[in-house]
């Protein structure tokens, strides 16, 4: 099967075509034909080296998580999925392998997808989707009527998090660039205010702040928080974590960081809100998958609306 693999830590001139076998699916797992992959800020970092530390790799790697596909045959003990099927999902950290015409993912870490979604849109979802589902309401405790503030509101997890929040009963602001205002209110935001914005401009403050981008210490963010707001990361830095420990010694305000744990009743989640239209997926760009440098580049960029998917199947 094709493939493409990392032959070491870096960029895209790190990443070689591959030919691989096609994996075997054990007991509990669904061996999937690939459609389409996406790319997530992890996945460079990982290959980039910056989270060795955290995940060390073994290369070649082949990379990304995130998948949808057809069931490829019958699978040991997976009678809830049946060939044919369409599924998505996201392979687990521990394993990537995504970015290949197939892969076997154990059962728990895939769903149905929704009818009349297509391939780009559904391997968008899951680790963008699940990890802004799991922040706001299981780190965040997001309850309805609060005030929320998503920072990188026009990005992959925050996109997902202005809906989110909406779909959970929350006043959401988006904090974005100006020229995705238009963006982040279509996707049903109450409010934007642009980055540069100072605590002081803020109308009033908020219950949860949501950052997907770490553009500031957790300093900043304090001075927006209402006395009992929780603020939310997506990365364990050092200093949020010194916050998290020392925040309940001195104050009612807290800090949390959202570690994704991939799951199918969350995948059956982000589905219902999307048969619902309550959730969509904005697409940045489509690459094939030879061209996958290209697009963890474009990721890199910092700049892209939504979400970049990989093409697998031509």
Same mark, same amino acid.
């Given at each position: 099967?094709?493939?493409?693999?990392?032959?070491?830590?870096?960029?895209? *001139?790190?990443?070689?075509?591959?030919?691989?076998?096609?994996?075997?699916?054990?007991?509990?797992?669904?061996?999937?034909?690939?459609?389409? !992959?996406?790319?997530?800020?992890?996945?460079?970092?990982?290959?980039?080296?910056?989270? /060795?530390?955290?995940?060390?790799?073994?290369?070649?790697?082949?990379?990304?998580?995130?998948?949808?596909?057809?069931?490829?045959?019958?699978?040991?003990?997976?009678?809830?999925?049946?060939?044919?099927?369409?599924?998505?999902?996201?392979?687990?950290? /521990?394993?990537?392998?995504?970015?290949?015409?197939?892969?076997?993912?154990?059962?728990?870490?895939?769903?149905?997808?929704?009818?009349?979604?297509?391939?780009?849109?559904?391997?968008?979802?899951?680790?963008?989707?699940?990890?802004?589902?799991?922040?706001? /309401?299981?780190?965040?405790?997001?309850?309805?009527?609060?005030?929320?503030?998503?920072?990188?509101?026009?990005?992959?997890?925050?996109?997902?998090?202005?809906?989110?929040?909406?779909?959970?009963?929350?006043?959401?602001?988006?904090?974005?660039?100006?020229?995705?205002?238009?963006?982040?209110?279509?996707?049903?935001?109450?409010?934007?205010?642009?980055?540069?914005?100072?605590?002081?401009?803020?109308?009033?403050?908020? *219950?949860?702040?949501?950052?997907? !981008?770490?553009?500031?210490?957790?300093?900043?963010? /304090?001075?927006?928080?209402?006395?009992?707001?929780?603020?939310?990361?997506?990365?364990?830095?050092?200093?949020?974590?010194?916050?998290?420990? !020392?925040?309940?010694?001195?104050?009612?305000?807290?800090?949390?960081?959202?570690?994704?744990?991939?799951?199918?009743?969350?995948?059956?989640?982000?589905?219902?809100?999307?048969?619902?239209?309550?959730?969509?997926?904005?697409?940045?760009?489509?690459?094939?998958?030879?061209?996958?440098?290209?697009?963890?580049?474009?990721?890199?960029?910092?700049?892209?609306?939504?979400?970049?998917?990989?093409?697998? *199947?031509?």
């Amino acid at each position: 099967m094709k493939a493409m693999q990392f032959a070491g830590y870096g960029g895209p *001139d790190k990443i070689r075509a591959a030919e691989l076998p096609v994996p075997a699916a054990g007991a509990g797992e669904i061996p999937v034909k690939v459609a389409a !992959t996406s790319i997530n800020p992890i996945d460079w970092k990982l290959h980039g080296g910056m989270l /060795r530390w955290i995940r060390p790799l073994h290369f070649p790697s082949t990379p990304c998580f995130d998948f949808a596909g057809e069931v490829a045959a019958a699978g040991e003990g997976v009678g809830a999925f049946r060939p044919g099927e369409r599924v998505f999902g996201m392979l687990p950290l /521990r394993q990537l392998g995504a970015a290949a015409e197939y892969l076997a993912v154990d059962q728990a870490y895939a769903a149905p997808m929704p009818e009349g979604l297509g391939f780009a849109e559904a391997a968008a979802l899951p680790l963008a989707g699940m990890t802004a589902l799991q922040a706001l /309401r299981d780190d965040g405790g997001l309850v309805a009527g609060q005030r929320v503030l998503v920072s990188g509101a026009a990005g992959g997890v925050g996109h997902y998090g202005v809906q989110i929040a909406k779909a959970l009963g929350a006043h959401v602001t988006a904090l974005c660039r100006p020229a995705k205002h238009a963006l982040a209110r279509e996707l049903g935001a109450d409010a934007a205010l642009d980055y540069a914005a100072a605590p002081a401009d803020a109308a009033q403050r908020y *219950d949860l702040i949501l950052d997907t !981008t770490h553009h500031q210490g957790f300093g900043r963010w /304090r001075r927006w928080l209402t006395p009992r707001g929780k603020y939310v990361a997506l990365l364990p830095l050092p200093g949020l974590l010194l916050h998290k420990l !020392t925040l309940p010694l001195y104050s009612s305000q807290r800090a949390a960081v959202t570690f994704l744990k991939p799951n199918r009743a969350d995948l059956e989640q982000l589905a219902d809100w999307v048969r619902q239209k309550r959730l969509r997926t904005v697409l940045d760009g489509i690459y094939p998958l030879e061209e996958l440098g290209k697009a963890m580049e474009r990721s890199r960029s910092g700049r892209p609306s939504g979400k970049i998917v990989v093409r697998i *199947d031509g």
